[in-house]
């Protein structure tokens, strides 16, 4: 994948639309590609939170693992979206397990050159944080609909007599 076609396929995803040409180059300048072949683990669970992604072609699995319960698919992420919000918020660990479902290519994106360029290009920053609570309230919102589905008795208020 050259610049020119990293570049473009970075400037899609929301996080990063609206970000100045520089400091797209600049995140281009970090990036690696990586391919996945299908069912290949790309990051476990508990893993160091090290590294965000771009999907740039293929589906990602989100998955937990719960004692007792085994392992549950809690989302998916397609060509087009950001993956990896723990590590460009700080956390230490990975909560999930994401792996390939198809063949899938990723870029790759360095937790410590993110945040730098957040702390160098505030403009950067702002606009690149804000895309990254976008994600996480679709994915909040995604997850409370997984929930109504499971637990969607429906709930009668006190209000009501």
Same mark, same amino acid.
């Given at each position: 994948?050259?610049? !020119?076609?990293?570049?473009? #396929?970075?400037?899609?995803?929301?996080?990063? %639309?609206?970000?100045?040409?520089?400091? &797209?180059?600049? /995140?281009?300048?970090?990036?690696?590609? $990586?391919?996945?072949?299908?069912?290949?683990? $790309? +990051?476990?669970?508990?893993?160091? #939170?090290? /590294?965000?992604?771009?999907?740039?072609?293929?589906?990602?699995?989100?998955? $937990?693992? =719960?004692?007792?319960?085994?392992?549950?698919? !809690?989302?998916? /992420?397609?060509?087009?979206?950001?993956?990896?919000?723990?590590?460009?918020?700080?956390?230490?660990? &990975?909560?999930?397990?994401?792996? =390939? /479902?198809?063949?899938?290519? *990723?870029?790759? &994106?360095?937790?410590?050159? &993110?945040?730098?360029?957040?702390?160098?290009?505030? %403009? +950067?920053?702002?606009?690149?944080?804000?895309? !990254?609570? %976008?994600?996480?309230?679709?994915?909040?919102?995604?997850?409370?609909? %997984? *929930? *109504?589905?499971? +637990?969607?008795?429906?709930?009668?208020?006190?209000?009501?007599?």
């Amino acid at each position: 994948m050259s610049d !020119i076609d990293m570049k473009e #396929a970075i400037r899609r995803v929301e996080c990063f %639309q609206g970000v100045t040409d520089e400091d &797209l180059e600049e /995140v281009v300048a970090m990036a690696r590609v $990586i391919q996945y072949e299908p069912e290949a683990t $790309i +990051f476990r669970e508990g893993d160091p #939170a090290v /590294v965000s992604y771009v999907v740039v072609a293929g589906t990602v699995s989100l998955s $937990i693992c =719960a004692p007792g319960l085994g392992c549950r698919r !809690i989302s998916t /992420v397609r060509a087009g979206e950001f993956l990896g919000w723990s590590p460009v918020l700080d956390n230490f660990h &990975l909560t999930v397990t994401g792996r =390939a /479902v198809e063949p899938t290519t *990723l870029i790759e &994106l360095p937790k410590d050159g &993110l945040l730098q360029l957040c702390d160098q290009s505030p %403009q +950067f920053g702002y606009i690149f944080m804000r895309g !990254i609570a %976008q994600t996480l309230a679709r994915r909040l919102s995604a997850a409370r609909m %997984q *929930l *109504l589905d499971l +637990f969607g008795d429906e709930e009668t208020s006190s209000l009501e007599g």
